[in-house]
C-alpha cells in the first residue's frame, strides 16, 4: 500500500508522515529485513526534543549521526562523524575536524545538494541554545535532555572556521561535554532543509520528517502500528547490509513476547525479566544480556507536608524491601541499589549502611516525626515496563505492602508513563515510581538531570528538590582535571543524597535483547540501541 505524505495534527502538535493502517506483512520484510518490536509509540522523530523513550533509545542511532560517539567497552569518546578533535589548556574550546565526503539522505520530501558541513553542526547546535533561532521556538522550544544539563549556559556559541571545521566556546571547562555530544540527543540535522522549511513556512517538518546521515532513512509511518526504515545507499560508513528495518509499535493483538515466539517479530527489545525463562528455552532465539547504565528509584516530591521532614524520607526508604522486590520483579537478573550510581560507573558508592531493609528503625523514625498514628500518600505507578523496572506494578504493590507494615497507606495512581515535562501537572502527588537509563557513563549523567538545582528550575527534578551544596560538589567536578579528585567529589555528592533521600534507589536492571538466530551483527551497548547498519540475516 502507497503511504500517504501528509500534514496531520499529532497528539504533541507536531506535523506526523501519516500512513493507512495495515497488517505487518512479516514473511514479506523477511526477504530484505527484520522487524523489531518492544517499545512505544514515537511523539517526534527528532531526538533533541525529547529525553526518553524510542526516538533517541532506538530510531536515532539509525536515521541520524552525531559528531562523536561513546566507546561500549570505555565509555570514552571516539570519532563518527568528526575524526579528530582539539581542547584549549583551559578547557573551554573544543576545535573538531569533520569527515568529507558525509551524505545526507534522500527522502520523498528532501533531496541534497551538498555533503555535510560545519554549518549543519552549528545550526543543530545554535537551535538548542539561541533563542533567536528561527527554530528554537518550533515546538515550543523545549529540549528536556539538554535542560536538565543547563546546557544552554554552557555553550556560549559555535563557529565554523571552514567546511569542516567546526569550533565550540563554553562559558566553563566541563569534564563532561564530549561525552554529552556523543549521546543519541546531540544529533546533526540538515541546515539546507531547515533553510528550504523555513522559506516554505513548513518548519515542523524539520521533526516530523527527518533528515540525517546515518544507515537508515524514514520511509513510512503510521502511528501506533508500525515505523518503516530503509537503507540509505549514501551512508558515508557503507551500506548497511539489510535493506529494511520495520519497528512494530502496536499494542493490539499479542503481547511482544508472543509476536517473537511466533517469528511475527525478530528482534524483541528489553524484555522483562519475567519471560526470559521462556525466552532461553526457545532454540532459535538468541538472548544477550549486558549491565545496563540504569536505575529505578522512588522520587520524593519534597514540597509536600510530612515528606519536607527527612526523618519520614528516611522512614520509606528504611521500609522497603528490595530483596524481597528482585526475587519476586527481576528473578535474580538486577541488583539491589544502594544509591543512585549503577554498580557500572567509576564513581559507584556502595551504601549498604543508609540503604537497608529496617522495619523497627523506620518505625521509630516516623514516631520521632509525629505520624505514629499513620501517614497517607499517594504514588505515581507508570504502566509501562522498562529495563530499570521490568515491571513496575508489581514493583509498586510490593512497596505498597512494605509501606503498610509500618502504617503507612499507599495509593498508587497509574500512569502510561511518567513525561518529565509534566510534571507541573503532577505537584500533587507524593511519590513517583520511576528511574533513568544513562546516556553516558559520566556520573554528571545521573546526578545533574535528576537532581540538580537547574533541573528544578526547569521544571525536570522529579523530587522537587535544590541543595546548594549538592550542586556545587557537581560544579567542581566538572571542572578539576585529575580523576581521583572527581571521583571524591562524586562520593561526597552521593552521601548527601543518601542523608537527604530526595530519591529512594530500588534496584539496577540487566540490558536484553532477544532475537531470532538467523540475524547476525547486533552490537550491545550500555546506552541505547546501536546502529543497525551490520546486521544481516544467515541462511536457516
Known sequence: MKTLLRLTLGLCGISLLAGCGEEIDHSKIRESGFVYCGQGSPSTFNPQLVDSGITSEALSPQIYDTLIKLDPETHLPVPNIATEWDVNSSGTEYIFKLRDGVQFQTTRWFSPTRTLTAEDVVFSFRRIIDTTNPYHNVHSGGYPWF??????????????????????????????????????????????????????????????????????????????????????????????????????ISQRGTGTLAKLLRDECDVLSSPISSQIPIIEKQANIVLDAKPAMNVAFIAVNTSHPGLRDVRVRKALNFAINRQ?????????????????????????????????????????????????????????????????????????????????????????????????????????????????????????????????????????????????????????????????????????????????????????????????????????????????????????
Not at 230 to 248: C, I, K, L, S, T
Not at 337 to 344: R, S
Open 147 to 248: 535542560a536538565g544539563i543547563d546546557f544552554s549556559n554552557l555553550l556560549v556559541d559555535v563557529q565554523a572556521l571552514d567546511d569542516h571545521t567546526v569550533k565550540f566556546t563554553l562559558s566553563r571547562a566541563d569534564n563532561s561535554f564530549l561525552s554529552n555530544i556523543a549521546t543519541t540527543h546531540a544529533v546533526i540535522l540538515s541546515e539546507e532543509y531547515a533553510h528550504q522549511l523555513e522559506l516554505k513556512d513548513e518548519k515542523p517538518m524539520l521533526d516530523s520528517h527527518p533528515v540525517g546521515t546515518g544507515p537508515f532513512y524514514l520511509d513510512e509511518f503510521q502511528m501506533h502500528d508500525l515505523v518503516r526504515l530503509r537503507r540509505h545507499g549514501g551512508y558515508w560508513n557503507g551500506p548497511a547490509n539489510m535493506e529494511q528495518v520495520v519497528f512494530d
Open 324 to 540: 524481597n522486590i528482585l526475587d519476586s520483579v527481576y528473578y535474580g537478573t538486577g541488583s539491589i541499589a544502594y544509591n543512585i550510581l549503577p554498580p557500572t560507573s567509576w564513581a559507584y558508592n556502595r551504601d549498604n549502611v543508609q540503604v537497608r531493609y529496617d522495619r523497627n528503625y523506620a518505625l521509630a523514625l516516623l514516631r520521632e516525626a509525629g505520624f505514629e498514628s499513620g501517614l497517607e500518600l499517594s504514588m505515581s505507578v507508570p504502566i509501562e515496563p522498562r529495563a530499570y523496572n521490568p515491571s513496575p506494578r508489581k514493583t509498586a504493590e510490593l512497596i505498597q505492602s512494605n509501606l503498610a507494615d509500618i502504617g503507612v497507606t499507599l495509593h498508587l495512581v497509574p500512569e502510561d508513563r511518567l513525561d518529565r515535562t509534566e510534571l507541573a501537572e503532577r505537584s500533587h502527588i507524593d511519590l513517583f515510581l520511576t528511574g533513568w537509563s544513562g546516556d553516558t557513563g559520566d556520573p554528571d549523567n545521573f546526578l545533574r538531570p535528576l537532581l540538580s538545582c537547574d533541573s528544578n528550575r526547569a521544571g525536570l527534578n522529579v523530587a522537587m528538590w535544590c541543595n546548594a551544596d549538592f550542586d556545587f560538589l557537581l560544579d567542581l567536578a566538572l571542572e578539576v582535571e585529575r580523576p581521583r579528585y572527581r571521583l571524591n567529589l562524586y562520593r561526597q555528592a552521593q552521601n548527601i543524597l543518601n542523608q537527604e533521600f530526595p530519591v529512594i534507589p530500588i534496584a539496577h536492571g540487566m540490558q536484553f535483547k532477544a532475537y531470532n538466530k538467523t540475524l547476525t551483527g547486533f552490537r550491545l551497548s550500555p546506552f541505547s540501541v546501536e546502529p543497525f547498519n551490520t546486521v544481516e540475516r544467515v541462511s536457516e
